[in-house]
């Protein structure tokens, strides 16, 4: 069966209907998709300034799901490393020189990020 010419154009036209109704659907659920931030923090940090700064962030960013994890400062770094941890709160003591990016607190504290 051979389409006629106004068949042919048709049969184009819906294909690329087809093609940019795939991309936008793609597009939809990317969007869609609730994003996570892994975040590492020590033990001895007060759970009372964790949640202020993680309450004034979910405000701005509330697309973003926050995964915490309170362990040793020496394995947030490693976790860090490892890529198991998007950011960590840490000592600037222990913060190593190869970090990314970073900014210091009042407490001598700063985020590092992967």
Request: with cysteine.
């Amino acid at each position: 069966m051979v389409p006629t010419d106004a068949g042919e154009r048709l049969f184009e036209a819906g294909k690329a209907i087809l093609q940019i109704c795939n991309k936008v659907k793609g597009e939809i659920e990317t969007i869609a998709r609730p994003k996570l931030l892994r975040i590492g923090v020590p033990q001895s940090f007060s759970n009372r300034h964790l949640s202020n700064m993680l309450g004034s962030f979910s405000r701005v960013a509330s697309h973003v799901a926050i995964e915490v994890s309170d362990v040793s400062s020496e394995l947030l770094i490693e976790l860090l490393a490892e890529r198991q941890l998007d950011a960590v709160l840490t000592s600037s003591m222990t913060a190593p020189r190869n970090s990314r990016a970073g900014f210091s607190l009042k407490n001598h504290m700063c985020w590092l990020f992967q």
